[in-house]
């Protein structure tokens, strides 16, 4: 059973910087290519960015520049750096995992639970 587990969300300011964590198990962060996902009340979900088993990313064009995604091998643990923020970033974030490098959210089979980010003007 994948399980995955988001943390670091929160509320910021336009222009301010957070750091999101999925943790997950040792085969799942290895085996499968790992996303960020985003969805804001009222649209559907969205592709932030990906990266696959070789550490290749492709990110959506609204973040590329400001949103980075990195691994920890060590502590199996998948992270989305946020800088510039804007309020447009506001939505729900969710960590997920599947067999797909794609930012199209259909592939993914297992996903965490969601952390908020909430981005003020």
């Known amino acids: 059973q994948v399980q995955l587990m988001e943390s670091g969300g929160g509320s910021v300011q336009s222009g301010g910087s957070l750091r999101l964590s999925c943790a997950a198990d040792a085969y799942t962060s290895r085996r499968y290519c790992m996303g960020w996902f985003r ?4 649209k559907e979900r969205e592709g ?8 290749n990313t492709n990110f959506a064009y609204s973040v590329k520049g400001r949103f980075t995604i990195s691994q920890d091998n060590a502590k199996n643990t ?6 510039s923020l804007k309020v447009e970033d506001t939505a729900m974030y969710y ?3 599947g067999r797909t490098y794609s930012r199209d ?3 993914f089979a297992y996903w965490g ?7 003020s003007s």
């Open 39 to 42: 969805q804001a009340p009222g």
């Open 48 to 55: 932030v960015g990906v990266i696959d088993r070789y550490g």
């Open 78 to 83: 998948l992270y989305l750096q946020m800088n």
């Open 95 to 97: 960590c997920a995992a």
């Open 105 to 107: 959210p259909s592939p």
């Open 113 to 119: 639970q969601g952390t908020q980010v909430t981005v």
